[in-house]
């Protein structure tokens, strides 16, 4: 082996040197182009956005370009802490937490029900998934739409529930209603259910082709053992399936999580947060403040992008933490 | 399989399920198929309430013709080919790259920075929309569709170096192995051995990204202004304000929004899923 290194001694040392370290240097030639890119547009930005939290800032210049903003320290924090807009926007965003994880048990079902395997089944599983391909602001617009009380769905079934339709002596109808047909986007106790139950729609569709893929890959030699030993029912899924949907049981929690605490869209066009602020998330009212008709307040804003991004965090490192136990079991 | 095939439980529950089925999803794409009639119904039914029964007249054609000739619908459309397609193909190029990079060779900070991306991919939005927005505008970005396809190349980024790194990781060490000792360079292995088999990562990359990006709707908002440079999202909300109550007008514009992604979905769809499940259930 000593000899055959030696003729590397001939070579330039520049050469040597580099077909040497060739392992070592040959990654970040790889990997510089995506890193700077990250770096200008996703890693600066947030350190930025924590920075910026401790001014106030209209996001001006002055002429000589230079930033109008003051450092004030803390104080967007304090504000925060007085603004009963940013507590109600807190706790939406826990509510949207809480009852879009519905999307996953929702979404399981689903992918049970159709994992069968009849004629014709592959287009009905891509149909059942159509909703989750769609934009979120056709999905909001078409539920804005469904909740609208004269001429929505909700309006009609209010009809046909609570009305009575007569027709006069002319020939004219008239409906006698008992009050009149809820307005679910304009009431602040029921606006924020609304715009999640929309949500759900294309969220338990995306549950349920993680599902439908993890139940494909169920051993089926452990589901003939089951049965053979008379699990069948809830008693085999529990026991026998649900432990080895586990991998897309976390995709599935980790997807809704991010889908919940992003929610804007939906907001953004069925109430723009009203009535009263009172379907505001963070995400949103962030977005209100930082850029609205009443003069943009950058700081402020940001100081709202900082407390939903710490709140992302927790989640982001236990997911992080999880592939990690992962990295290490592989290789 | 589980649960039970339903053709071992006897023709009643066969065809019972089979008859079930349609029922399921007709109520499931309900608000779907709703918009679909409404957008081939005449101003005469949303005027009369009539929108949920059967249209009186058919005006596909008109219906259509007219989201493109009284309003920017065209433009929208364009804007969103032109965002979404350098979106894909800068972000899954850099994802090669760097996937390839965090796969392939052992260096101490390869999984931190391979969590760094990944992290990026998760964050909110909002933590970078001041910085973002303030960095567009003074490098004459904002309201450009180059400002909006350089961002999301950049945060697509993130997911796809995690989805090709995963990629890569599965597959067999032994051919860039032994490509290293036949004294291949470095980037001769990435074209010429790895390029060739991440092709269905790629595929899959490509139809997810372009779903996210011509379905994105904050940026849409937080980088553009005016007309210009608006895509198709943000044009349907600006076309339900101008529409006010021509609903059958907004439902033919949010059709159209909706029909590439879903064309892309049908034609690419085993790509489509497996991309979704992040790789992880394969």
Redesign the interface.
């Known amino acids: 082996m000593a000899h055959a290194t030696l003729p590397d001694t001939d070579l330039p040392t520049e050469a040597s040197w580099l077909s040497r370290n060739?392992?070592?240097i040959?990654?970040?030639?790889?990997?510089a182009?995506?890193?700077v890119?990250?770096a200008?547009?996703?890693?600066?930005?947030?350190f930025?956005?924590l920075y910026?939290s401790l001014f106030e800032w209209n996001?001006l210049y002055d002429a000589q370009g230079n930033s109008t903003a003051t450092y004030i320290g803390f104080e967007n924090y304090v504000k925060l802490w007085d603004d009963p807009n940013f507590w109600t926007s807190l706790v939406n965003n826990v509510l949207w937490l809480v009852l879009f994880m519905l999307a996953v048990p929702l979404g399981l079902m689903i992918a049970?029900?159709l994992?069968?395997?009849?004629p014709g089944m592959r287009l009905?599983k891509?149909?059942?998934?159509?909703?989750f391909?769609?934009?979120?602001?056709?999905?909001g617009?078409?539920?804005g739409?469904?909740y609208n009380p004269?001429?929505?769905?909700v309006g009609?079934v209010y009809k046909a529930l609570y009305c009575e339709e007569t027709i006069n002596i002319v020939g004219n109808v008239t409906f006698k209603c008992a009050g009149s047909p809820p307005d679910i986007l304009s009431s602040p106790e029921f606006a924020t259910y609304g715009i999640i139950a929309a949500g759900l729609?294309p969220q338990i569709a995306?549950c349920m082709?993680?599902y439908l893929?993890?139940?494909n890959?169920?051993a089926?030699d452990q589901?003939e053992a089951g049965r053979l030993d008379g699990a069948?029912g809830w008693k085999?899924?529990w026991y026998?399936?649900w432990p080895q949907l586990r991998?897309?049981t976390?995709?599935a929690v980790?997807v809704t999580v991010?889908g919940a605490?992003?929610s804007?869209?939906m907001i953004?066009?069925m109430t723009q947060g009203g009535p009263f602020g009172s379907t505001n998330v963070?995400?949103h009212y962030?977005?209100e403040t930082?850029?609205s008709e009443y003069g943009e307040r950058?700081g402020y804003?940001?100081a709202?992008?900082?407390v939903?991004?710490a709140i992302?965090l927790v989640?982001?490192s236990y997911?992080?933490w999880r592939?990690?136990q992962d990295?290490k079991g592989g290789? | 399989m589980f649960p039970r095939p339903i053709e071992k439980s006897g023709p009643v529950a066969r065809i019972g399920y089979q008859a079930f089925l349609p029922v399921a999803l007709f109520i499931w794409l309900l608000p779907l198929l709703a918009i679909a009639v409404t957008s081939i119904r005449g101003a005469k039914d949303i005027n009369a309430g009539n929108v949920f029964g059967w249209p009186s007249e058919f005006k596909l054609w008109e219906n259509y013709t007219a989201v493109f000739t009284q309003s920017e619908a065209a433009t929208y459309m364009l804007n969103s080919v032109l965002i979404t397609v350098p979106t894909v193909l800068i972000s899954v190029s850099l994802a090669c790259l760097a996937g390839y990079a965090l796969a392939i060779y052992r260096f101490r900070v390869a999984l931190p920075l391979f969590f760094l991306f990944v992290a990026g991919n998760f964050i909110p939005f909002q933590i970078l929309m001041v910085p973002v927005r303030d960095m567009s505008v003074q490098t004459g970005l904002y309201d450009t569709i180059a400002g909006q396809f350089l961002f999301h190349a950049a945060f697509q980024t993130g997911f796809c170096t995690l989805f090709m790194r995963n990629f890569i990781k599965a597959l067999p060490f032994d051919l860039i192995e032994s490509a290293r000792i036949e004294g291949v360079a470095e980037w001769k292995i990435f074209w010429y051995v790895v390029l060739p088999l991440v092709r269905p990562a790629v595929a899959a990359l490509a139809v997810l990204i372009f779903t996210f990006v011509w379905n994105d709707f904050f940026w849409a908002n937080v980088l553009t202004q005016g007309e210009s440079a608006k895509p198709i999202t943000a044009g349907v909300r600006a076309l339900n304000g101008q529409f006010v109550n021509n609903w059958h007008l907004v439902s033919a514009a949010s059709l159209l929004a909706a029909i590439p992604p879903v064309a892309m979905f049908f034609l690419m769809q085993r790509h489509f899923i497996a991309g979704l499940t992040l790789g992880a259930v394969k």
């Not at chain 1, 994992?115 to 009849?118: A, K, L, T, Y």
């Not at chain 1, 391909?133 to 999905?139: K, L, T």
């Not at chain 1, 004269?150 to 769905?153: I, K, S």
Request: hydrophobic share 65%; no cysteine; proline share 5%.
């Open positions: 060739k392992l070592a040959a990654p970040w030639f790889f990997l182009p995506a890193l890119f990250f200008i547009y996703v890693v600066g930005p947030i930025e956005s910026l996001g049970l029900f994992n069968q395997d009849v009905y891509s149909l059942f998934f159509f909703p391909v769609i934009s979120q602001v056709v999905v617009l078409i539920f739409w469904f004269d001429f929505g769905v009609q729609w995306y082709i993680l893929t993890g139940l890959n169920v089926s589901i069948k085999m899924l026998v399936v991998p897309a976390f995709i980790v991010i605490l992003r804007f869209d953004a066009i963070l995400s962030m977005y930082a850029i950058y804003g940001s709202i992008a900082v939903l991004f992302m989640f982001i997911f992080l592939m990690y990295e290789r």
